[in-house]
């Protein structure tokens, strides 16, 4: 009998299948009438069986050899939390409206990262679906959720979850879930779930109990290295694969991003990523509609997002940290910790024509060198941002952008992803200016890891050079300090910058030439801090200006250009209009200008 690893409901019953070659004997215990029923050893360290008069929502867990019992490595709840046991879930229960969503494609898509528990005042999935409408005004496609996979206690970033399939009970479980999906199809929303195969969290990881999930041939920054390449790791393939695979089939997803995949060590001719990005394709394919697979990588390898056809991995995205790095040197000339690799705008520069500074160049702050050209590669593969979840949370206070640039440099920053033909995304409530930080905080149990969090914590800044000391990670209050207050949106300064995001999100739709890949662009700048973008496609063209000086600049505009957005005028909080003159038009100190030769 073939199927999924973990509790499937069949017929009358539950199907169990658990790999633990490490037991010889496994058997399935019943917390309602506290009775164990063997599984039958199925080859390859697997053991499966049937068991009649189970049903959805009933508790189980696992005992290896009469030990203890432990929760199922492919859970799929944990209702009472990660040392708990693990629920039945059946997804063929749930009601779906979404038979007409066709979702997202790439060269359309628009992320917006959001963490659940700090988006809205309940900190669940039913609170996102409360605001949904005000994203669908803003003008984004897609939401990037950040791992929802089950963690110790209530509050937690999300990467320290230990079960991958199971979705944490806090936020609303399963069908939390499943109702959050639904909901942002209706509206016209596209969903990307962060995951975390790279690693796993510290408390309530019984995996290494069950069988060589980990490797020591490799060591990550946070643990253990998940085995995908040394003795036994087919299956433990399987299992992270099948999890992706099922996660977008239940939830009907519309792409994963995986964490830090530069992490996930692995020298096979056919990559664990290459392999998981196949499988979810195959799953969008198979339900009628675009899963896109978003990795994040530090590595600078064009590979990721380069077809498996000529040797690359197939991921439809890569996250681009150079143009982020670069852009905040040019905004605040900060070049502490790894910004010292960046010089800012002649980077920035650098990026918009070619994806990536580091293409092979030495980094000062690994000493060696670092990356390769995507020159083939194209833009709409490179995921850029001027902040996430790690550039605020990197910071000791976890302070936003917005709360460390004037409104000039705000708005410029957000011209510079948002007109750029990259696939952009934005952090929750950046469009209006939040204030609020977004700390690194956790919940664990253990006292012991809460201290260590605690030391590791302080020990990175100071290993960056950043001075400060952070908040308390396991503090209620830091979590607190984190959650949003989208009120802020009414008020000024707020209100204008929430227009102006929109305003960028229309001309972003409206002008093909901005993003698509067939256009020509030529990029330049100088070091006075002028860089100029100009794309053309047939008939239009577009040349986007961006000033990050402290002095007003001449510029170049065709006399059948149209000025389309100028980021300096005063309905978006600016000082006023750039100035035409008998020269020409000069662009306003840190600011931008979007031109066109075609009336849009």
Known sequence: MTGRLGATPVGDGVRFEVWAPYARAVDVHLHADLR??????????????????VGVTDLYRYRLDG??????????????????????????????????????????????????????PEGTFDGVVAQLPRLVALGVS????????????????????????????????????????????????????????NHLGPEGNVLGRFGPYFTDMYTTPWGPAVNVADADSDAVRRYFIESAVGLVGDFHLDGLRLDAIQAIVDPTALTFIEELTAAVHTVGHEQGRPVLVFAESSANDPRIVRDPDVGGWGCDGVWNDDVHH???????????????????????????????????RRSEFRRRRHGRSPNDVAKAHFVVYDQNHDQVGNRWDGARLDTLV??????????????????????????YGETAPFP???????????????????????????????????????????????????????ASLLAFHRELLALRRRAPAI???????????????????????????????????????????????????????????????????GDGLTIAPWSALLTSTTAL
């Open 36 to 53: 164990d029923v063997p599984l039958e050893p199925a080859g390859d360290g697997t053991h499966v069986g049937v068991i009649d008069g």
């Open 67 to 120: 030990s203890e019992p432990l929760p199922d490595p492919a859970s799929r709840h944990q209702p009472l939390g990660v040392h708990g046991p693990s629920a039945v879930v059946d997804p063929a229960a749930w009601t779906w409206t979404d038979a007409s969503w066709t979702g997202v494609e790439l060269a359309d898509t628009v992320l917006y990262e959001l963490h659940v528990g700090t988006f809205s």
């Open 142 to 197: 897609t939401l990037e959720i950040m791992p929802v996979n089950a963690f110790p206690g209530a509050r937690n970033w999300g990467y320290d979850g230990v079960f991958c399939s199971a979705v944490q009970d806090s936020y609303g479980g399963p069908d939390g879930f499943a109702r959050l999906v639904d909901a942002a199809h209706g509206h016209g929303l596209g969903v990307v779930l962060d995951v975390v195969h």
């Open 326 to 360: 670069s852009l905040r040197v040019a905004l605040t000339g900060d070049t502490s910790g790894y910004y010292c690799d960046y010089s800012g705008v002649l980077d920035l520069a650098d990026c918009l024509a070619h994806g990536w500074n580091h293409r092979g």
């Open 406 to 431: 004037d409104g000039d440099r705000r708005r410029l920053a957000a011209a510079t992803v948002l007109l750029s033909p990259f696939t952009p995304m934005l952090f929750m409530a950046e469009e």
């Open 440 to 494: 690194f905080f956790v919940d664990h149990g253990d006292p012991g890891l809460r201290k260590a969090v605690r030391r590791g914590r302080a020990e990175e800044f100071a290993a960056m050079d950043w001075a400060g000391t952070p908040p308390d990670p396991a503090a209620e209050s830091t979590f607190v300090s984190a959650v949003l207050d989208p009120t802020l949106a009414e008020e000024e300064p707020h």
């Open 515 to 581: 993003t698509h890949p067939d256009a020509d662009q030529h990029v330049t700048a100088d070091n006075e801090g002028l860089v100029t973008l100009e794309r053309r496609l047939s008939h239009e063209m577009v040349t986007i200006f961006f000033n990050f000086s402290d002095d007003a600049r001449p510029i170049e505009v065709p006399e059948t250009g149209n000025v389309l957005l100028d980021s300096a005028d005063s309905r978006w909080g600016g000082p006023g209009p750039s100035a035409m003159s």
